[in-house]
């Protein structure tokens, strides 16, 4: 499975913004779905994560009640929905697959990454 994560860009604190991640080549619906997030000189961040039917999500502490994660089997795209952004929401995002935890290393394949800057 191939993924490509988009929707990145220049916002302002308390803006919002939709990153989309779809996947093509493989079994989508079979697999859960992670966002993570990473600045440079950190180790990457798990944001949110779904399972593959939708029945279960995972926030990060510092995203929950601002961030959704929602996914379209029949599209083979899972949407981060970011709202009430804050300047440490900066980062380069990037979806993956096979899990929802947030352990990297549980993942099979990983997009490319898409850069959100929040301005304060």
């Known amino acids: 499975v191939q993924l490509q994560a988009s929707g990145g860009g220049l916002v302002q604190t308390g803006d919002s913004l939709t990153l989309s991640c779809a996947a093509s080549?493989?079994?989508?619906?079979?697999?859960?779905i992670g966002w993570f997030r990473q600045v440079p000189g950190k180790e990457r961040e798990f944001v949110a994560g779904?399972?593959?039917?939708?029945?279960?999500?995972d926030y990060a502490v510092p995203v929950k009640g601002r961030f959704t994660l929602s996914r379209d089997n029949a599209k083979n795209t899972a949407d981060l929905l970011m709202n009430s952004l804050k300047p440490e929401d900066t980062g380069t995002y990037y979806c993956?697959?096979?899990?929802?935890?947030?352990?990297?290393?549980?993942?099979?394949?990983w997009g490319q990454g898409t850069l959100v800057t929040v301005s304060s």
């Open positions: 993956a697959l096979g899990s929802m935890t947030p352990r990297p290393e549980r993942y099979k394949a």
């Open positions: 080549g493989g079994a989508f619906r079979d697999y859960a």
């Open positions: 779904i399972s593959w039917n939708a029945a279960m999500r």
